[in-house]
């Protein structure tokens, strides 16, 4: 069981007194989580304990990165048996697609508008691909890993990862999966993506963009630096994606202004991942996920003020590793870290392992 120590909520002399550093915010919020982690759904438990791990190599998150592999064992398991004939897959799609119906947010219908015309996508890139590709992270893959590519390889990705309105719709979770394929050694459709998205997102229009279009528009951006790196496992070169940091540069007081902490954030973390810690924009967007902590609060709330730990852990998670930023590393792996890897939920295996069919 994580435990750490508490660090109690200032009072309001010394918010006003003595105002918290960086680190000092990071703490806070990183205590107040740690002692309900394993309060959060496996997902958000386990998405939490990874990206700490990678940043610490602490082993008390261990047991969060546990979950996360029975979490993905469980998806992959089902898939690999219930989920493989293009009636099933389709019956899946339909059911992921209908929690997207009625939702009356910009996002919500662009999505539900879109998706509908390519279902399949919801169970491929949303759900197959993130498994697929989490497992080979740790160095593992599922028993049955020859039947999900053979899958996989049924649909060319090329097809939602340059249509403009899937973009629009989804193009955080596009550049994940772009780069979740050539990790995987499947299709590589990366600058096939970055191509589209860039059409579909030129700079001189973005006066025009909704407040939730030009959001997924730096959500994009941010997306390809960190799915670039492994998910803050290896460190990027800036150069490879100076029209990046050169808009961002540009337009960083319109981001801070027009979204949220959470892509703030990620603006931030991208300049990190490519060790340009003393570049200014580092310096805005810690100011303005610091200022986004209620006075005499331990976390960032939701826009609405709603401060749910599970549907706040994103935005916190991002908000510790900005303000504390360690180092990127490329960590766990089963061959490396057995002290992470004890045992294996049913399904997983090495991937050095003979191939089941």
Known sequence: MLTCQSIGAPTEQEAVTFPPSFQDSAAQIRNYYE???????????????????????????????????????????????????????????????????????????????????????????????????????????????QRLRHILRKYDFNLYATDP??????????????????????????????????????????????????????????????????????????????WIYNYFRTNIETIINRTKPDVIAEVGLSFLLAGLENDPVVAQTRQAVQEAIPPLKQMIPSEKGNFSLTLGEHRNLLAIMLLDWQKPNSAPKYDQNPEVFRSLPYGLEPKSSAQAQ
């Open 35 to 145: 002692q309900h982690l394993y309060t959060l759904p496996a997902f958000k438990a386990g998405h939490y304990a990874l990206r700490m791990y990678r940043q610490t190599l602490d082993t008390k998150y261990t047991a969060g990165i546990w979950q996360d592999t029975a979490r993905i064992a469980s998806t992959l398991n089902h898939f690999a048996n219930d989920v493989t004939t293009p009636e099933a897959i389709y019956l899946y799609s339909q059911q992921r697609l209908s929690s997207y119906d009625g939702n009356k947010d910009e996002r919500s219908q662009l999505r539900y508008s879109v998706t509908k015309h390519h279902p399949e996508y919801l169970y491929l890139g949303i759900d197959l691909l993130g498994a697929m590709a989490r497992a080979d992270e740790y160095g593992l893959k599922h028993k049955y890993d």
């Open 165 to 242: 309105q899937m973009i629009k719709a989804w193009a955080a979770q596009l550049a994940n999966q772009v780069f979740w394929l050539k990790q995987l050694g499947e299709q590589d459709t990366v600058a096939a993506f970055i191509q589209a998205f860039r059409k579909t997102y030129p700079d001189e229009q973005d006066k025009a963009l909704s407040a939730q279009q030009f959001e997924n528009k730096i959500y994009g951006m941010t997306h390809i630096i960190i799915a670039a790196s492994g998910y803050y496992q290896h460190p990027i070169s800036a150069a490879k994606y100076q």
